[in-house]
C-alpha cells in the first residue's frame, strides 16, 4: 500500500469513528497535532486527545479530498471536512494535512485547520 493509500484509509477510519482502526495506521511514538493544540505524542495521548476534541460536537464527518501530493515519505491533502452537527446541519470546514511517514506508517499527522467554527455553530 502506497503512502497516499494508507492516508485514505486513515481519513475513512476518521469517518466511520473508528479510532482503534487509525491507530493501527500510526508508528508507536507518532505526533498527532490538531490545529492550534498541543501536540499528542504516542498512540495512548492521540486517542486520549481525539476523543477529548471535537467528536463530542459531530454526529458524522467526511472528508472530500481536493489535492494530495506524495514525494517520498510526506503526503499532504487539501481537504474539505463536511461536519454533520449534533446540533443539526452540516459544516463544511477547509482543512490541510500533512502526513509524516516511518516504515509504511504515520509517524506525524498535523492538521492545519480553524475548528473554532464548530464550537460556535
Known amino acids: 500500500m502506497s503512502n497516499?493509500?494508507?492516508?485514505?484509509?486513515?481519513?475513512k477510519m476518521f469517518e466511520s469513528f473508528n479510532v482503534e482502526g487509525f491507530l493501527e495506521?500510526?508508528?508507536d511514538d507518532a505526533v498527532y497535532r490538531f490545529g492550534n493544540y498541543p501536540?499528542?505524542?504516542?498512540?495512548?495521548?492521540?486517542a486520549a486527545t481525539i476523543k477529548a476534541s471535537h467528536l463530542d460536537a459531530i454526529s458524522g464527518i467526511s472528508f472530500e479530498i481536493k489535492s494530495l501530493y506524495e514525494l517520498e515519505d510526506?503526503?499532504?491533502?487539501?481537504?474539505?471536512c463536511n461536519y454533520t452537527l449534533?446540533?443539526?446541519?452540516?459544516?463544511?470546514?477547509?482543512?490541510?494535512d500533512i502526513f509524516k511517514f516511518q516504515g509504511g506508517k504515520v509517524s506525524a499527522m498535523l492538521?492545519?485547520?480553524d475548528a473554532s467554527p464548530l464550537?460556535?455553530?
Open 39 to 46: 501536540a499528542a505524542v504516542g498512540q495512548e495521548n492521540i
Open 4 to 11: 497516499s493509500d494508507t492516508v485514505r484509509s486513515l481519513l
Open 86 to 96: 449534533n446540533k443539526g446541519g452540516n459544516l463544511p470546514l477547509p482543512c490541510l
Open 25 to 27: 495506521l500510526l508508528t
Open 111 to 113: 492538521v492545519f485547520m
Open 74 to 80: 510526506t503526503v499532504v491533502t487539501e481537504l474539505i
Open 119 to 121: 464550537f460556535t455553530a
